[in-house]
């Protein structure tokens, strides 16, 4: 049976053209439906007292034979309300019609020209169903409590509340639907963090009210509507590289990581850093806190502090850029990101790479546009107008640095502080200034692959925490002569 949501109100229009045959219309199905539901329906314009009976709106069981329910009138003359005059049986489907030309309007001789019809399906609150599909259930027996549920689930069996998948078996996936947001406990009173739609969750458990989760390793509780279960009846594992999950892999020494979009069935690949020395080459291995490989912690960019200073100057910056983007609009701003790093005590191969990330080299139509490098402002839903204007690429990097990082970012007052790292979202900037979970891992592979070409020197910072960089590499000597004393 195919599942529409459920609402607690509908809204019908009188029709005013003249129709030369009535047609039935049906609204979505409503599933979960209370025992002594009381139903309000809400028309466009006020109705005729005496034409609101139980002739013209009346419900009948699934042998078509009537239930004896309460029609009334509301004060507004708009409101029809159709309450059961003893509950309806639970685990029963019913459906309720409303018969064209029965009700009139107040003003004038328009009815409704079309017959409506609404099934609902009666339930306690917690109901068992068995998935033909995600879209089409199979009603089973409902009960009280949602342990009484779990203890009587069949196989291919899941439990809704309220129109939604509350609870399903070990083994199955849980994806975010779209922008999400999560709360510290059950409650859902106070949020922790966001994502975006299709991030995959590691399924804790199901509360009385909320979904608990682990994101990044830590946990989290979530609204049941924001979420969708998959079964593992209905993951899609195709080969070894299309498992049906995200996953990373060891390549070449470099730890890439795919993330599996469940929803629309689709892969994405970025490079992530230096490949743990757990990882052999070639291996493939899940981790739901991107740091924890076979049971071994590694680190990598999104863990370094980012009041770190690091060893490159502008010109290696744009040496870097230019290898890779011949026609990056960010090549000769490397000595902005060095001077203004030095300035408010922050690492430039950072900065260099957060503008990397955001900004699509520089190429895209926020940065080309605004001179805007970091998205700033740019919001979820309304990016481009969003998001804010500078005079130079110069000023956006300022601004990001005087404005976000030194103010709120990265300073223990501030505002969005998680940590000095770039982090996930479980700590760092990531839980606070992207919906992208991985924000944070994908702009440590940008200052990993920059590193690497530059010749590996700030990784010395993730390997070492008590390595200092003592001189930034001269401006006017070649590298091999600049580089400091290992």
Same mark, same amino acid.
């Given at each position: 049976?195919?599942?529409?949501?459920?609402?607690?109100?509908?809204?019908?229009?009188?029709?005013?053209?003249?129709?030369?045959?009535?047609?039935?219309?049906?609204?979505?199905?409503?599933?979960?439906?209370?025992?002594?539901?009381?139903?309000?329906?809400?028309?466009?314009?006020?109705?005729?007292?005496?034409?609101?009976?139980?002739?013209?709106?009346?419900?009948?069981?699934?042998?078509?034979?009537?239930?004896?329910?309460?029609?009334?009138?509301?004060?507004?003359?708009?409101?029809?309300?159709?309450?059961?005059?003893?509950?309806?049986?639970?685990?029963?489907?019913?459906?309720?019609?409303?018969?064209?030309?029965?009700?009139?309007?107040?003003?004038?001789?328009?009815?409704?020209?079309?017959?409506?019809?609404?099934?609902?399906?009666?339930?306690?609150?917690?109901?068992?169903?068995?998935? !033909? &599909? @995600?879209?089409?259930?199979?009603?089973? /027996? %409902?009960? *009280?409590?949602?342990?009484?549920?779990?203890?009587? +689930?069949?196989?291919?069996?899941?439990?809704?509340?309220?129109?939604n998948i509350f609870w399903a078996p070990e083994g199955s996936q849980l994806v975010t639907n779209a922008f999400t947001i999560f709360y510290t406990d059950a409650s859902l009173g106070t949020s922790s963090t966001y994502v975006n739609g299709q991030v995959e969750l590691n399924y804790v458990r199901s509360r009385s009210n909320a979904i608990e989760a682990e994101l990044a390793g830590k946990r989290v509780f979530v609204?049941?509507?924001?979420?969708?279960?998959?079964?593992?009846?209905?993951?899609?594992?195709?080969?070894?590289?299309?498992?049906?999950?995200?996953?990373?892999?060891?390549?070449?020494?470099?730890?890439?990581?795919?993330?599996?979009?469940?929803?629309?069935?689709?892969?994405?690949?970025?490079?992530?850093?230096?490949?743990? !020395? &757990? @990882?052999?080459?070639?291996?493939?291995? /899940? %981790?739901? *806190?991107?740091?924890?490989?076979?049971?071994?912690? +590694?680190?990598?960019?999104?863990?370094?502090?980012?009041?770190?200073?690091?060893?490159?100057?502008?010109?290696?910056?744009?040496?870097?850029?230019?290898?890779?983007?011949?026609?990056?609009?960010?090549?000769?701003?490397?000595?902005?990101?060095?001077?203004?790093?030095?300035?408010?005590?922050?690492?430039?191969?950072?900065?260099?790479?957060?503008?990397?990330?955001?900004?699509?080299?520089?190429?895209?139509?926020?940065?080309?546009?605004?001179?805007?490098?970091?998205?700033?402002?740019?919001?979820?839903?309304?990016?481009?107008?969003?998001?804010?204007?500078?005079?130079?690429?110069?000023?956006?990097?300022?601004?990001?640095?005087?404005?976000?990082?030194?103010?709120?970012?990265?300073?223990?007052?501030?505002?969005?502080?998680?940590?000095?790292?770039?982090?996930?979202?479980?700590?760092?900037?990531?839980?606070?200034?992207?919906?992208?979970?991985?924000?944070?891992?994908?702009?440590?592979?940008?200052?990993?692959?920059?590193?690497?070409?530059?010749?590996?020197?700030?990784?010395?910072?993730?390997?070492?925490?008590?390595?200092?960089?003592?001189?930034?590499?001269?401006?006017?000597?070649?590298?091999?002569?600049?580089?400091?004393?290992?």
């Open positions: 049976m195919r599942w529409f949501g459920f609402f607690l109100f509908a809204a019908l229009f009188l029709g005013f053209a003249t129709c030369a045959q009535a047609e039935t219309k049906e609204w979505g199905e409503k599933i979960n439906v209370a025992p002594d539901k009381t139903w309000k329906i809400e028309f466009n314009t006020e109705l005729e007292r005496s034409s609101v009976n139980d002739f013209a709106v009346m419900v009948e069981d699934e042998n078509e034979i009537g239930y004896p329910v309460t029609v009334t009138l509301m004060d507004d003359d708009k409101t029809v309300k159709v309450e059961p005059e003893t509950d309806y049986l639970v685990d029963t489907k019913y459906t309720l019609h409303i018969v064209e030309d029965r009700i009139k309007a107040k003003h004038g001789k328009n009815t409704i020209q079309n017959k409506v019809e609404m099934p609902f399906y009666v339930s306690k609150e917690f109901q068992l169903v068995t998935l !033909d &599909s @995600l879209e089409d259930w199979d009603f089973g /027996t %409902s009960y *009280d409590s949602l342990s009484e549920g779990v203890a009587n +689930a069949g196989e291919g069996q899941v439990i809704i509340k309220n129109g609204k049941p509507e924001d979420v969708t279960f998959i079964p593992e009846d209905f993951q899609k594992i195709e080969s070894d590289s299309r498992p049906g999950a995200s996953y990373y892999r060891n390549v070449n020494g470099t730890l890439q990581h795919t993330i599996y979009r469940a929803l629309s069935n689709s892969y994405v690949t970025y490079s992530y850093g230096k490949a743990p !020395d &757990s @990882l052999g080459e070639g291996e493939i291995v /899940t %981790s739901w *806190d991107g740091t924890t490989f076979n049971g071994e912690e +590694a680190t990598f960019f999104n863990n370094l502090d980012l009041r770190r200073q690091g060893h490159y100057n502008g010109e290696m910056l744009d040496e870097y850029i230019a290898s890779q983007h011949p026609d990056s609009p960010l090549i000769g701003h490397g000595d902005a990101f060095v001077t203004v790093a030095e300035e408010q005590g922050v690492n430039a191969l950072y900065l260099m790479a957060h503008a990397i990330h955001e900004s699509a080299w520089g190429k895209s139509a926020i940065a080309r546009d605004k001179n805007n490098l970091f998205g700033i402002d740019a919001v979820d839903g309304n990016a481009y107008d969003g998001a804010m204007v500078f005079e130079s690429f110069e000023g956006s990097i300022r601004y990001l640095a005087e404005k976000k990082l030194t103010t709120e970012y990265l300073v223990e007052k501030g505002e969005h502080f998680n940590g000095y790292t770039l982090g996930n979202k479980s700590t760092g900037m990531n839980v606070k200034y992207a919906s992208d979970p991985y924000w944070g891992q994908k702009i440590a592979g940008h200052m990993y692959r920059a590193d690497q070409y530059l010749g590996g020197h700030d990784q010395k910072l993730l390997e070492d925490e008590n390595y200092e960089v003592t001189e930034r590499f001269g401006e006017d000597e070649e590298n091999s002569e600049e580089k400091p004393e290992e």
